[in-house]
């Protein structure tokens, strides 16, 4: 580091702790998402949480950068994923490690890939940054929670760019500038002639021997900015697409965890049926065409109690919640449990389903969960871990099975993509539900058991997404909040006060045939990310194993007064 009569020159002046740095960096980005502090979210830290963390790498090794890494993971999702201690305490010690360890292996890249290709750090580091949010929503752990561009859903013309690159867009965009700034007026290594009469930022950039890359580097991310909100202003003014229109109901019937409604026994199943039918009478009265009850809101699987009735009273009860959608002439699209029969008519696999009963009665569409949540709804190595298995089953009440993949529900004239609570945090996912002839996507949530805004509200965010992912309007009902009606540009045409019994009513149209550029290449951008980042950090590996080999210095230039020492 280059010094000045014993004082240190340059941005790293501002942070004379490394790891102070880090952790100031994980709180602004847990922060920008929404918290118990900021219900919404400060969505404008999305821009700025990440300079500190980056002043903090420049000059240090791999290992080291991995610990602060690390440190990032730990504080950043500590604090806004504390919601996962209301299932059970001991969850953060299952998630935290294991993103900890991936953020480590994240920064020790960033830090390869500052040491090895300094110049195209500025672009780099961003990519690198959304490569891993794309990673980590892959497999069984996959886990995505904290993408950065989910603490932007409420910037409407930002986030029309997902329509083509996805979330991962959203977040290389908001990265981009703080890469830029750190590469632009952080001295080390820059080339800088550092003046005695002037402090290491303003040397850096008015003297530094790059100073046109640097302006070069700022003029292209301050215009891909302004491009990418230019466009999606232009794209907000268009307008939507018509199609079918439909009068939703969505009951939000604010069953909590330890209530009558979430109750596993018979007087609670029939007290949660009867909020249901009071609430669905009511909007049906009102006109409603479609009533959609949430995740699990009926827990009896009405299907298999009705064709083989091992249970008299809960067969009575599923009969009563039948008879009442076959006689209300209205369509119904309702969260429940489905279980299989298995040769002789015993009890098999348990699914997480969604149930479409169309109007005037008949066999109801199913579609069962895929994407489950790992630990909470399934853990696919039992055989392997059965003690471990046994001890997560009897904290869930039991594990679901997964179901065979992707599928849409016929309804109402159209289409509808029902993912169930998870799974619509998952773009791609979402994507193969809603192509073709789907033309709303209606997800089923209960995220009660978390007792939190925050969980809420971070998972209201990336249901946003998926409308302008796919360009079809969303219409989410859940069991505490947020119930919603999306547009297909990701404006919030309606929404049901947090917490509260109710219905939301809202007319929406069933836009079939419309396809985006995500809706076509889906996670591609992310995956040419990837790719380009793996390259470059093979790029970077020989660049520096040839630097050593050849034992190569490169001087540091100095003006001034005074000899430089480091």
Known sequence: MWRYRGEDLGLLT??????????????????????????????????????????GLRGIGAMRA?????????FGFGLMNHWLCAYDPRAPLLVLPLLALQYALLFAVLALIEEGLPRA?????????????????????GYPYGIVGYALYEQLPLIQVASVTGVYGVSALALLPQSVLVSTFATEGSGACVRPWRGGMEAAFFYSAEWRHNRLRGAIALGLCAAVYGVGLVRLALPSCRGQSIELALVQPNFAPGTEGASTTLTGYKAALAALEEESRAAIRSGAE??????????????????HRPDREIFELVRECYDFIAASGASFLIGNSHSEALPGGARGGDYNAALAFP????????????????????????RLFPRFAAVLAAKAGGFWEPGPGPASLALCGTHIAAPICYEDCFGDYVRAMAGGPVGLIMPLVSDAWARSEAAERQHFAASVFRAVETGKPLARATNTGVSAVVDARGYV????????????????????????????????????ALGLVLGAILVSAVELVLRRAVALQWPKPYCGRGSPSS
Request: proline share 7%; glycine share 10%.
């Open 14 to 55: 501002l942070m004379p702790k490394r790891f102070f740095g880090t952790i100031l960096s994980a709180c602004l980005f847990a922060f920008s998402q929404p918290s118990e502090f900021f219900p919404r979210g400060l969505g404008a830290l999305a821009f700025f949480f990440l300079i500190p963390a980056l002043v």
């Open 66 to 74: 991995a610990a602060q890494g690390a440190l990032f993971a730990v």
């Open 121 to 141: 750090a500025w672009l780099l580091q961003p990519l690198a940054w959304v490569g891993l949010e794309y990673l980590r929503t892959l497999g069984f752990l």
């Open 290 to 307: 479609l009533v959609v009850w949430p995740e699990t809101a009926f827990v009896p699987s009405i299907l298999y109690h009705l064709r």
């Open 359 to 382: 109007s005037g009665g008949g066999e109801p569409g199913l579609y069962c969960k895929t994407r489950l949540v790992p630990f909470g709804e399934w853990f696919p190595y039992a």
């Open 493 to 528: 045409r309606a929404e049901l006060p947090r917490g509260q019994r109710g219905v939301l009513r809202a007319r929406v149209e069933a836009t079939t045939g419309v396809a985006t550029v995500y809706s076509v290449l889906g996670d591609g951008f992310a995956q040419a």
